[in-house]
């Protein structure tokens, strides 16, 4: 099963109690991970966590769509949120970010600085800058990039 596929699977039950998927992913070899990443506004804790945990690990004992032995690990996106929906990026305009692209754009694959806004469902990045624009789909991952206080 796909990414992809994994998202449209979990993300009406996420959605239902109240929480974004943020992302998924998958980790195989020996017993497998996957990973959920949810967030809401004002933060995750560990009881939005494990509630989620609960009503995710009963969705997939009945569609069983990883085939194999794999643990269940849900949490926060974390401080290095990623970025996967216009959506996401939208609501991350001014921050420092982290992409990598699947092709090179303008010579290269990895930019980090500033998300600058999106046109044309493309993101715009200020880096050193230099403006890039990219396509949502040519990216491979994105990611916010902390600024954390010295």
Known sequence: M????LITLLEPVVDGLGFELVDVEFQSGGIGVLRVYIDKAGGIGLEDCAEASQQ????LDVEDPIPGSFTLEVSSPGLDRRLRTIEHF???VGQRVKVQTKMPVSGRKRFTGELAGIED???CL????Q???????DIHS???V???DS
């Open 2 to 5: 796909s990414k992809e596929d």
């Open 56 to 59: 995710i690990s009963a969705l």
């Open 121 to 123: 469902g493309e993101i």
């Open 131 to 137: 403006k890039h624009r990219v396509q949502l789909a």
């Open 90 to 92: 939208e609501r991350y």
């Open 146 to 148: 902390p600024e954390l």
């Open 142 to 144: 994105a990611r916010l």
């Open 126 to 129: 200020d880096v050193d800058g």
